[in-house]
């Protein structure tokens, strides 16, 4: 049987954002020890007067132009991955999810060619973190655009629903990079009870306090299992207050890694909750999105 590690795919559009999310998977695919897989999902129009004279040809594997500079850029560079190079005809927001189905990550960058570059995540990010069958890391632009590590992952839990891919995964990837693990659980803000003289009342002191005991036992009762299969990750709970995406984004600015579960499955729900889309959205560090337990494909060790 063969026992080769699936490839990390970093998927490439030619730009600047493309290209820094190609280090980054260069990077994670040394560290795990996977060949990569640099695709392009190209999408060529072709008029009607080429198509009905049966001139236009469409590039192929070897002449595809994004590639052939994505080649030209890194040969003769040292210390690489074993890399294969793959060009897919069709639009890349229905190509590129559908190769997370043989890779153990996907790696793209916030923002590919074309759209507003005001808008932080385009359609191709929101649609593989959405169906990809494997994680998907969507790397932002940064200024500068390499940073020394933090040292920190983070997780966002969900106490009330929490998943053991997703926290797998980040006890995994801090443990890979000899990171110290934060995982933030924010509870609910309680119902406020003002005094006449507009205090807050004790009554709602009380309520924020249980509840911040109830979401933190509940969270470490979940994490528990998973400290004791990585001893060598320290761990620290946060719980805090009021909206989970502002704490996970105010966290990024010093963290090498967020990482966040994909939404349930839920009749006409999108695929991605409003947190994980928030954080997608407004990251100052790279971002995996993790297939939940049900919809997860078995990991590489």
Request: glycine fraction near 10%; hydrophobic fraction near 45%; aromatic fraction near 4%.
């Amino acid at each position: 049987m063969d026992q080769s590690p699936r490839p990390v795919i970093a998927a490439v559009d030619g730009s600047a954002n493309g290209n820094r999310a190609l280090e980054w998977a260069i990077s994670q695919a040394l560290m795990v020890g996977a060949p990569l897989r640099i695709a392009h999902a190209r999408l060529y129009m072709n008029s009607i007067g080429s198509a009905l004279s049966g001139a236009f040809e469409e590039p192929g594997q070897d002449d595809d132009p994004v590639l052939i500079r994505v080649r030209e850029s890194l040969e003769g560079r040292a210390g690489l991955p074993p890399i294969e190079y793959a060009s897919h005809p069709g639009a890349p927001d229905t190509v590129l999810p559908a190769l997370g189905e043989g890779a153990q990550l996907m790696v793209l960058g916030s923002r590919g060619r074309g759209g507003f570059a005001s808008l932080l995540l385009g359609s191709n990010g929101i649609a593989c973190a959405g169906r990809a069958a494997c994680p998907v890391v969507v790397v932002p632009r940064a200024d500068p655009p390499v940073r020394d590590p933090h040292g920190k992952v983070v997780l966002g839990l969900n106490s009330a629903s929490p998943d053991d891919s997703t926290t797998w995964f980040a006890f995994r990837e801090a443990a890979r990079r000899g990171a110290r693990l934060d995982v933030v659980v924010a509870h609910a803000w309680p119902g406020r009870t003002f005094t006449v003289a507009g205090a807050i009342g004790s009554t709602a002191a009380h309520e924020e306090t249980a509840s911040a005991h109830e979401v933190a036992a509940l969270a470490a009762a979940h994490l528990r299992p998973h400290a004791e299969r990585f001893p060598e990750v320290a761990v620290e709970q946060v719980s805090a207050p009021g909206d989970a995406a502002g704490h996970l984004v105010a966290a990024s600015r010093a963290a090498d890694l967020i990482v966040v579960g994909r939404h349930r499955k839920r009749p006409f729900s999108p695929r991605l909750g409003s947190v994980t889309n928030a954080v997608l959205l407004h990251t100052g560090c790279p971002v995996a999105v993790v297939p939940l337990e049900e919809d997860a494909v078995p990991a590489a060790a």
